[in-house]
Structure formats: C-alpha cells, structure tokens
C-alpha cells in the first residue's frame, strides 16, 4: 500500500461503520487486543455513535508481561517465536474472548517501526489475528511499507477488513 492508497481518517471511519453495521445485525460483540496500534483500531470503532452496540473492550498489550497478564500469551510462546508471531497473535486473539464477554475478536502485533526490524522481521511486519466465539483463528502475515504512522494505519484498516469478512 503506497501513500496514495493509504487510508485517511474518513476511510477508517467509514469501514468502522461498516464493521458495526454487520457485527450489530448479527448481534456479534467485539473485543480487540493490540500491541502495534497501541489501540488505535478501538479508537476508530469507539469513534462511531452506539457503538456500545457491539463494542465490548479493547486492551492494549505491549509489553510481553501485559501479553501474558492480560491475553494469556503463554511465554514460552514468545520465548520461542517472539511478540511479531503467528503463534502470539493467535494466542492474543483466543485470550481476547477468554477474558472478554466478546464473541468475535481482532489481535494485531506487528513492528511498526521506525526500529526494531530484523532480517527475519523487517519493519512493517504486522501478525493480524481474528476469531469468532467457538470458532478457530485466523491469522495472517502482512508486511506494509512506510514510516510508522503508515504502518500503523494500513494495520488498523487490514484489521478491520478481516472483521468484516469475518463479520458477514
């Protein structure tokens, strides 16, 4: 995604409305679990009017400790494949719904930069994570171009796309 494709404010608006919208007709509660938009997908959401409708909570996990603390991210888990994982962020979204009222959760880690990038795991290396209350996750790899207000932002869009994909 280049920085003519990048979402502004209007278009995550937009696609939060839209993510409400379906999550209020199924009668879907969301919780979110971030670590890279630092809760910047339940801003976008709790940007929308009503939207108590089908918001529960978000929580905002950086640290490896509030991972664990608060999603249940088991830690040999990061131990072994690191906060930036399928592995985590799988275990991020599952912990959402554990510990929420929720029945359809997003997860997002990722290296939004500007440091922190590897070989392995360059900057804008984002996990997203989406699951529904019974159901199994779904994770997947993206890697965004920019700086970190880019990377960020294309985050928070992808993570909203993916709940209403899985929304609908």
């Known amino acids: 995604m280049d920085a ?21 007709a199924r009668h879907l509660m969301l919780a979110t679990a971030e670590s890279c938009t630092g809760g910047w997908i339940a801003k976008t959401i709790t940007d929308i009017p009503g939207c108590s409708a089908w918001f529960d909570c978000g929580m905002a996990a950086y640290s490896y400790e509030a991972k664990q603390a608060l999603l249940g991210v088991r830690p ?11 592995e985590t962020v ?53 890697h965004f171009d920019g700086d970190r207000e880019s990377v960020r932002r294309q985050t928070v869009a992808a993570a909203l796309e993916g709940l209403l994909a899985l929304a609908v």
């Open 90 to 142: 799988m275990e991020m979204v599952s912990g959402a719904l554990v510990t929420s009222g929720a029945s359809i959760a997003v997860a997002v880690t990722g290296i939004a930069g500007p440091g922190g990038g590897t070989h392995d795991k360059p900057v804008g290396t984002v996990w997203i994570g989406w699951k529904r209350r019974g159901g199994y996750p779904k994770a997947q790899l993206f």
């Open 76 to 86: 040999e888990t990061l131990t072994e494949h690191g906060a930036v994982s399928r």
């Open 4 to 24: 003519q494709t990048l979402p502004d404010d209007s278009a995550l608006h937009a696609l939060a409305e839209q993510v409400g919208g379906a999550l209020q």
